[in-house]
């Protein structure tokens, strides 16, 4: 399993950023992904999830109308798409996998990417 998140950068608050976590080494439209996100001496953090049909989608309180998670099973691609970005999006994104249903539990998810920084200046 090799997940790569890419997408991220330095943007200023109210601005927007498109994640892409690309997937090879497996049935990618066979397992749930989630994106999680996490600072230096916080606990990773869950921000959105969807399941393997791209029907069911779940958001953290915090990000939920401002971010879009999507995925495209025929290209092994997911994304999450974040607008009115405020500063304490900033973190370390990352995108994981997990067989069977999509949930907003970091501990169940099985297979990680190696993240993507995002950086929100006020």
């Known amino acids: 399993v090799q997940l790569q998140a890419s997408g991220g950068g330095l943007v200023q608050a109210g601005g927007s950023l498109r994640l892409s976590c690309a997937a090879s080494g497996f049935t990618f439209d066979e397992y749930a992904l989630g994106w999680f996100r996490q600072v230096p001496g916080k606990e990773r953090e869950a921000v959105s999830c969807i399941n393997h049909r791209a029907d069911t989608t779940y958001y953290a309180d915090s990000v939920k109308g401002r971010f879009t998670i999507s995925r495209d099973n025929a290209k092994n691609t997911a994304y999450l798409q974040m607008y009115a970005l405020k500063p304490e999006d900033t973190a370390v994104y990352y995108c994981?996998?997990?067989?069977?249903?999509?949930?907003?539990?970091?501990?169940?998810?099985?297979?990680w990417g190696q993240g993507t920084q995002v950086t929100v200046s006020s």
């Open positions: 994981a996998v997990r067989w069977g249903l999509a949930i907003m539990d970091p501990e169940s998810y099985d297979d």
